[in-house]
């Protein structure tokens, strides 16, 4: 910390009388007005000191207190924006979900690439950050969603100015402390009391001096000032142990919890009975969970000391639970029963309303990304509801926050509820049978069931930890479950990933201007003429740098264009086309010459029907959405000449009516022939007009955009595409199927590809038509009735069998006695079926049956033994497959095998007699 000591020398702390001091508890440096307070003020440093005792003026509900902030610092000269969903990759591909409100700004905004939509701004940004899940319910305070007001400011230094999308110095350190102290001023809070401890924040490349604002216990701001980058040769060494110099561009980013300033206002015992007052007290009645006098006040004195269960500060949550019982001088037995279910439902209405979060901004559970964590979340979820007995649907529950949070969806989120719970019994059924297998392999050993095990048990069948010690205690095995297990399964699939690095291009590829892209002026131009740049060699063939090009590059699912470039001398086919920063490289055969003038040529076939397929599927997206709901996102895509594919999230399997009524809402815009439009709006223009369902199909980058219009379909693309929907000709859906838990793939066709496709399907039609010797429309009736019979004939043959080996048997075989035991020795040429089935006929009148047959050419042994006979029937078919140079085995009462030597099965029945005396005798 002392690295950055002179970062925090503010001239407001100097100018008010501020002090630095060193908590003697955690060594932390802080700030405060109070020149005789000796420690940081933080737990577990301190205890909450405004439990029963608000630190302002007046109660908040959280919508008062939302409103209290952004109109401050309106009146402050921010601009107030909107927020972002929750689902941060709709916007971003490093990251999943939204955990601070500066993630609305990057990559894009923060690197200077892009100008933010105001500058300075203020919002209210939801978020949910799952590595917090383990602590929801215990601190006290902690809540896996929640709202982060904040207030940022863009600056770039006076040095770098025509560099960036923003510059100059809008406010800095100085004056962000102040806006957070006036704030709390016109709270009515104590001033002396606020606390600016020193933190400086590292993350992602980036790093700078941050504070974290401590008022009576509890974190209420958190103050960051991204102003460094990574540099080994840096001034500075951080925390983490790296290097950091100053950046070009300088950034406020700060963070005030919405949830933790209305729990001030309130002075609750915790934060969620100021938040979802209506909720707890629906869940504790639900439960029957009622507190005499003397239990409330113990819970309230408890309150006080939640922060200490903190799984970040305290080492193990029981001993944190059994030191709070003794500051209280209670049983901690006592206590946890009185603590232990109320956590449980603070966990299920702050996790209700993460759900609600997910659910409403359409993600749907799946196995992976933003989908696996909505499923954890429910499970978890699930599992607690039912732990404390609440008998309320899940559903129900949920649905109760997203009326709070007034989503429009919510037939949609109560519908995903109810099929993730089905499809979570089902899982459960399976993964009880391998809690069984570990228990017993780790039963007697002393070691628990490693916690490797339980993760993946979790991410295989969503097993939670608690039932898996349920089970296994019971058979004798030990379970040791972390206190931060369900922030270990997050961090299995919430990793924040860097940035890749861009290949590094070749010096001459850097120095050439961008070509210029004529596809976009044009897309029904196929023919050009152009400069050859440069000519790059390659293992196969050449890569070609055009001054301007009608060739499309490959991206977003479409395939490159292919073609031709003919100079005076040659002409070279073009296979490939890639875009590397901004200069197109065409592929071709032949080295047409740098400096040379070339015609160039694309293929108009391809070209059309990739034009055709594109935008088909824009408009099968739109259908899909129109009949399936508005929680359908694009989960991939690639366009084809002869067929589509397009992956949508979506909870549940598409039924044949919903794909024809898909099918019939795009051809329906198909023949109302649409114009389909393109436009280069600002991207927060495009933004805030249509919203984050602009990037269906990844998020482009640079300061305008280019929209592609559909209808009343929009959306980001880079694509070609036709100029009317009436060009796509037709659509046809081949198929649907699921490509993973949560992910639907839909086939197409479109134009004379979709004609083609209908075509082979009538083809296979007539074709099993003319083997059924019916008309095409009586195919469905004949088939039936075909199988039907087919199934009735397989059943009398079966009964025939049946009644064929009773009958044999009843006609007695080669029947001998062996010391006292009736065996029928003999050859039956029928398949397998037939032998078993005369083989327990035999058993069933108390006869060992040893029985042969060289049906279908190899040499096939079936024996049964009832039950009160001692001869093992595995053992004995081994004994006679080996004599036909064969092997075969099973259960001691039936086995079967074999082996190809037919000649030798008579010899090997005639010595069967003589092996059951040895078994017998043995």
């Not at 203020?122 to 917090?132: A, F, Y």
């Not at 709006?681 to 482009?700: S, T």
């Not at 040893?850 to 079936?862: E, M, Q, R």
Request: net charge negative.
């Amino acid at each position: 910390m002392s690295e950055l000591e002179s970062e925090y020398r503010l001239e407001y702390f100097e100018e008010n009388d501020f002090v630095r001091k060193e908590c003697p508890s955690c060594g932390a440096h802080f700030w405060t007005r109070d020149h005789d307070r000796e420690t940081c003020g933080e737990p577990p440093c301190a205890d909450y000191s405004f439990i029963d005792n608000p630190g302002f003026d007046e109660a908040y509900t959280m919508e008062e207190m939302r409103e209290a902030f952004l109109s401050f610092f309106e009146d402050n000269d921010h601009a107030r924006i909107d927020p972002y969903p929750v689902a941060a990759n709709r916007w971003r591909d490093d990251v999943l979900l939204t955990q601070a409100s500066i993630y609305d700004f990057q990559p894009l905004v923060t690197s200077g690439e892009t100008p933010p939509p105001a500058n300075p701004l203020c919002i209210s940004q939801p978020c949910i950050r799952m590595q917090d899940i383990d602590n929801v319910g215990r601190t006290g305070r902690h809540t896996m969603a929640f709202e982060m007001m904040a207030h940022h400011a863009f600056n770039a230094r006076e040095e770098a100015e025509g560099d960036y999308a923003y510059e100059g110095e809008v406010y800095w350190k100085n004056d962000t402390v102040r806006y957070c102290d006036e704030l709390f001023e016109s709270m009515g809070a104590n001033l002396d009391e606020i606390v600016y401890i020193e933190d400086p924040w590292v993350g992602g490349g980036n790093a700078g001096p941050a504070i974290e604002v401590i008022y009576k216990g509890a974190e209420l701001a958190t103050l960051v000032f991204m102003s460094m980058k990574q540099d080994p040769e840096g001034e500075y060494e951080l925390k983490d142990g790296n290097r950091y110099s100053p950046m070009d561009t300088y950034i406020v980013d700060t963070g005030y919890g919405l949830e933790r300033w209305t729990w001030m206002s309130q002075g609750t015992p915790t934060v969620y009975e100021a938040v979802y007052p209506d909720m707890i007290a629906f869940l504790k009645e639900n439960a029957g969970i009622e507190h005499s006098e003397d239990e409330e006040q113990l819970i309230h004195r408890a309150a006080k000391l939640a922060g200490h269960m903190d799984i970040d500060e305290a080492d193990d949550m029981d001993v944190a639970r059994d030191n709070i019982a003794n500051k209280l001088d209670v049983n901690v037995s006592e206590l946890t029963a009185l603590t232990r279910p109320l956590e449980d439902i603070y966990a299920i209405a702050d996790h209700c309303r993460a759900l609600a979060y997910m659910f409403g901004d359409g993600i749907v559970p799946s196995n992976v990304g933003t989908g696996y964590l909505a499923r954890m979340v429910l499970r978890r979820t699930k599992r607690l509801v039912d732990n404390v007995g609440i008998d309320a649907p899940l559903d129900e529950l949920v649905d109760m926050q997203a009326k709070r949070l007034d989503y429009h969806n919510r037939d949609t989120i109560r519908d995903i509820v109810r099929t993730e719970e089905a499809k979570y019994r089902k899982t459960l059924e399976r993964g009880s049978r391998r809690i069984e297998q570990l228990a017993d392999e780790h039963a007697g050993t002393g070691d628990p069931i490693p916690t490797d095990e339980l993760l993946e048990l979790y991410d295989s069948h969503g097993i939670q930890p608690d039932m898996v010690k349920e089970i296994a205690e019971e058979r004798g095995a030990t379970v040791d479950v972390p206190d931060d297990f369900y922030s270990l399964v997050a961090a299995r699939h919430d990793s924040e990933q860097a940035f890749k690095d861009q290949d590094e291009t070749d010096d001459r590829l850097r120095e050439l201007p961008d070509t210029e892209k004529l596809y976009y002026e044009d897309q029904q131009r196929t023919e050009f003429e152009a400069v050859v740049l440069d000519v790059f060699e390659r293992e196969e063939g050449y890569d070609v740098v055009l001054d301007q090009t009608m060739f499309y590059p490959e991206g977003g699912g479409q395939p490159a264009d292919r073609g031709s470039l003919t100079s005076e001398d040659l002409t070279a086919e073009v296979s490939d086309v890639q875009i590397r920063d901004g200069i197109v490289l065409h592929r071709t055969d032949r080295d047409p010459g740098k400096g040379e003038f070339v015609r160039g040529q694309v293929d108009v076939t391809r070209r059309r029907r990739l034009m055709r397929h594109h935008t088909a599927t824009h408009v099968v997206g739109y259908a899909a959405r129109q009949v399936l709901g508005d929680h359908i996102r694009q989960a991939g895509a690639q366009k084809g000449t002869t067929s589509s594919r397009f992956d949508i999230t979506h909870y549940e399997r598409i039924t044949r009516e919903q794909v024809k009524e898909i099918e019939h809402v795009a051809n329906e815009i198909v023949m109302d022939n649409h114009p389909v439009k393109q436009e280069w709006p600002h991207r927060h223009e495009a933004e805030e007009k249509h919203g984050f369902d602009l990037y269906q199909g990844g998020i482009p980058p640079g300061t305008n955009i280019r929209l592609i219009h559909v209808a009343d379909d929009v959306q980001a693309c880079g694509g070609t595409h036709v100029k009317r929907t009436g060009d796509i000709g037709c659509i046809k859906i081949l198929n649907t199927e699921p490509v993973q838990d949560g992910i639907e793939r839909i086939v197409f066709a479109a134009g004379d590809a979709a004609i083609d496709a209908t075509q082979r399907s009538e083809d296979a039609l007539y074709d099993a038509a003319d083997v059924l010797d019916v008309t095409p429309q009586e195919v469905p009736d004949t088939a039936e009735r075909f199988f039907t019979e087919w199934k009735e004939r397989g059943k009398t043959i079966d009964r025939l069998k049946s009644e064929l080996a009773e009958a044999r048997a009843a006609a007695g075989g080669d029947e001998i006695d062996i010391d006292g035991t009736p065996v029928v020795v003999q050859r039956l040429d029928g398949d397998t079926d037939e032998l078993r089935k005369m083989a327990n006929a035999f058993v069933d009148e108390g006869k060992v049956a040893v029985l042969g047959s060289a049906d279908g050419g190899s040499a096939t042994f079936v024996v049964g033994v009832p039950d009160d006979v001692d001869v093992n029937a595995g053992e004995l078919v081994g004994q006679l497959a080996q004599k036909v140079g064969g092997g075969g085995g099973g259960p001691p009462d039936f086995a079967q095998g074999g082996g190809p030597d037919v000649d030798a099965l008579d010899d090997a029945l005639d010595e069967a007699p003589e092996l059951l005396k040895q078994v017998l005798n043995a």
